[in-house]
Nanobody, 113 residues
């Protein structure tokens, strides 16, 4: 079973940046679309971004132009660079290996002054 471990969350002021990492336990990045999701308190988990096998990316409307997803196959790691953060970005962020149906444990991102 694939294990995913997110890191890089924290408290940041509005307009700031964070980079999240998702480390996989195996060399799965070449075999699976990788997604980022987030879940704010009292809300359903929502899809944020995806990076496909060929490297193409997709983003949800609210983060388009501010977030960038990338991956390093050699390190078995996917990244989510988040810029110009807003209070509404506050959530627990999860990575997901779509073809393995595996979730990480999540990392908290809080945007507040």
């Amino acid at each position: 079973q694939v294990q995913l471990v997110e890191s890089g969350g924290g408290l940041v002021q509005p307009g700031g940046s964070l980079r999240l990492s998702c480390a996989a336990s195996a060399s799965i990045l070449r075999d699976s679309v990788m997604d980022w999701y987030r879940q704010a308190p009292g809300k359903q988990r929502e899809w944020v971004a995806a990076i496909r096998l060929g490297g193409s990316t997709n983003y949800a409307g609210p983060v388009w132009g501010r977030f960038t997803v990338s991956r390093d196959n050699a390190k078995n790691t996917v990244y989510l660079q988040m810029n110009n953060l807003k209070p509404e970005d506050t959530a627990v962020y999860y990575c997901y290996a779509r073809y393995f149906n595996s979730w990480g444990q999540g990392t908290q991102v809080t945007v507040s002054s």
